[in-house]
């Protein structure tokens, strides 16, 4: 079993930063690939990032790609999103997956555990 609770979410303006956490409960952080995937209002879930057990390989949706950055730190059970240069359209609510199985978590169906979600708002 593992628990993620994401933080860091909050209002910013078009073209600002917000950098968020996902910490997991557990010792086996390691052994989990970890993703991002947001829901925007009247939109299904899609897939943000994803990131290896090592953190030495990560894979991103083209529409983040050079915005985005997601890393981790095992020692510290933790994942997190840098999002640069944020747009209106990146509002949604960011949810923190794991998945223990696969390589790259970028499938819903893929998904073992969810966190609560954290709102990110971009103004114009």
């Known amino acids: 079993q593992v628990q993620l609770v994401e933080s860091g979410g909050g209002l910013v303006q078009a073209g600002g930063s917000l950098r968020l956490s996902c910490a997991a409960s557990?010792?086996?952080?390691?052994?989990?690939?970890m993703g991002w995937f947001r829901q925007a209002p009247g939109k299904e879930r899609e897939f943000v990032a994803a990131i290896s057990r090592s953190g030495g390989s990560s894979y991103y949706a083209d529409f983040v790609k050079g915005r985005f950055i997601i890393s981790r730190d095992n020692a510290k059970n933790t994942v997190y999103l840098q999002m640069n240069s944020l747009k209106p359209e990146d509002t949604a609510v960011y949810y923190c997956?794991?998945?223990?199985?696969?390589?790259?978590?970028?499938?819903?169906?893929?998904?073992?555990?969810w966190g609560q979600g954290t709102q990110v708002t971009v103004s114009s």
């Open positions: 557990g010792r086996t952080f390691s052994s989990y690939v």
């Open positions: 997956a794991a998945n223990s199985r696969v390589v790259f978590v970028t499938r819903l169906r893929e998904v073992d555990y």
